[in-house]
């Protein structure tokens, strides 16, 4: 119950005690991203990224987990991370392709998310007539159309009244 930080606890330590509190190792994109490299070019990393893509996890979340990782140690920013952050993504998805690994690019689709949507509108669909059929109810097709009919209503146009203006400034000159 009383496991939260105090408000203002932060404020009590030392600064600079923690390493992203301090200047980066690395502050040239360049020399952060060749850090990077050398570091999963050691096999031992490598094939310890390419295992974990074969358990499921998507490149984009290991991505950010190497690029969070360094950024609490200090080794670079996030801005950097943020610059850097394609070009690991695409080391990493090359070096599954060598390797033969099938993995998840993690990139959302939104052709995949409106086929996901539209399977579960048609899933509450078909469920609602099946509890039709239950309660021997009569059936309606209707919501199983793959292009719902919308009526035509025509477009009748508002009488428009002139608005009077109100407030301070709005009064007349005489």
Request: glycine share 6%.
């Amino acid at each position: 119950m009383f496991n939260a930080p105090i408000p203002g606890q932060s404020l009590t330590t030392e600064p600079k005690n923690y390493p992203w509190e301090n200047p980066p190792e690395y502050s040239n994109a360049e020399d952060a991203l060749m850090w990077h490299m050398d570091r999963l070019d050691d096999p031992e990393k490598t094939k310890a990224c390419l295992g974990l893509l074969e358990l499921g996890l998507d490149v984009v979340t290991l991505t950010e987990g190497l690029l969070r990782g360094a950024v609490a140690e200090g080794i670079h920013t996030i801005d950097t991370s943020l610059i850097i952050g394609p070009v690991i993504h695409e080391y990493l998805t090359g070096t599954a392709d060598a390797a033969g690994i099938e993995y998840k690019e993690g990139l959302s689709d939104n052709k995949m998310d409106m086929d996901a949507l539209n399977s579960q509108i048609n899933e509450q669909e078909a469920r609602k007539i099946l509890e039709d059929i239950d309660n021997e109810e009569d059936i309606d097709l209707s919501p199983m159309e793959e292009e719902p009919m919308q009526e035509e209503m025509p477009m009748e146009q508002p009488e428009m009244q002139e608005e009077k203006p109100k407030g301070l400034m709005a009064r007349g000159v005489s």
